[in-house]
């Protein structure tokens, strides 16, 4: 009877690992598994394609996208449906909301849609992936290699770079916002901002994702075998790899952990894991489903199967800085007061370093005659999250909440320099700072210049 007894032990000793295929896989389950909060759950008419989060001032929403073009906008608050739209056309691929306005990609076209439904500008084109920039900007991949910069207010290209057809299927930008990487099922290109190639990763079998888990290390999912590897970008080496079933989702959770979507077989239930690439370990989790994204802040979860979605509330937390504004502008130097760190589970993990927030400002023209007047445009990553801004004008300067706005008109009367200061700051206290000089002549003083010269010009002539 003991004999018995060792030996069902032993049995169930060996089996236990085996009951997740995942788990046999990537090794013990020891840590304890991580619950997510269900907040709502949606469904579409037709399979989903994609979802996405966006933010407005009511809180934060999900844009969902299904096969036959229907676009749904919901408030995750409330578990509202807030919208539908519903776009002519087929093969579509993904949607995003972005700045009160809704962008659609489909293979051949891209949709660019107002907040009342109506389509404000179409591009056509055999496409791939696109990335929406800021106040009507995009950045297009097409499937010849070629990513594009088109400011769809002015209808004209900003800029064009060719990366070539080895890297036309996606791309995505790195944290730090100057590097990218772009992929085929063959290769995958790490560049830098202006398309220059720095290196590329050449792994065996096909190249079904790869997405950036941070400046230092990429993901890149095997679909012929059934393999996840990670790589250092600079060096192209293999630093983790793992095996053992199908992957359908990826969604980075900070520089060391990524959210995996996994079944042992494609007809099974798909089961969300957390991997530690540092600590080579898995922790379960009570979510399932095949498209995996984050909130930016990492505090919310969407997942989606066939024509259902679910909104999930992570165990995540981040950063909270409470920060106060000076009356002459934004102070570098002010006290502030964190109450929480980005951390997944187990806590107390490193964190990449948090960079200032990106501002770039163009103004036209910056020299004329008075009354000069001039339009400023002015963009703000919202890689960040931007808190406040500030805009002064000759020593005169107003604080504003939130990012700036898309562009401002000044008329300087008198004559002389002026200096525009333009500035924003991001929700851990990092500011970024652009100085623009103007010049302004008065127009009798400019005249008097004139018509000296054309009396130079009348004398030389003759």
Known sequence: MKKIKILFLVIITFLIPLASPFAATFGSQKIKPLQFDILFKGTHSSEIVSINFFETEEGKGIITLSKDGTVKLWNIKKGELLNTYRIKGKDFITATKNNDHIYVLSENKLYYIGNNGDVIE???????WFKPLSYGKILLLYSNGTMEEVDLINRKTVRKVNIGRDFSTRFYFLPDGKHFIAYSNRKVGFFTKSGNLISEIIPQGRVEIAIPISNRYIYVEDGWNDIVRVYELKTSKVVLEKKGGKFFGVAPVNKDEILLSFAKYSFDPRKVFLLNIVKNSITNTNVSGDGLVLSKDKSLLGTFINNQFTVYKTPFTKTVVNTSIEKEGLSETENQTAETTTTSVP????????????????????????????????????DSKIVAHFISVDGKGKIGKGTPPASISITFKNPGEHKVVIAVKDDSGKITKKTIIFKAKEKSESFSDYKKEFEEYKKNFK
């Open 122 to 128: 179409t591009v056509e084109g055999q496409f791939s």
């Open 347 to 382: 806590k107390n993990e490193p964190q990449e370093e948090n960079l200032p927030p990106k501002l770039v400002v163009e103004a036209h023209p910056q020299e004329g005659f008075t009354p000069l007047k001039v339009n400023v445009s002015i963009f703000a990553s919202d």
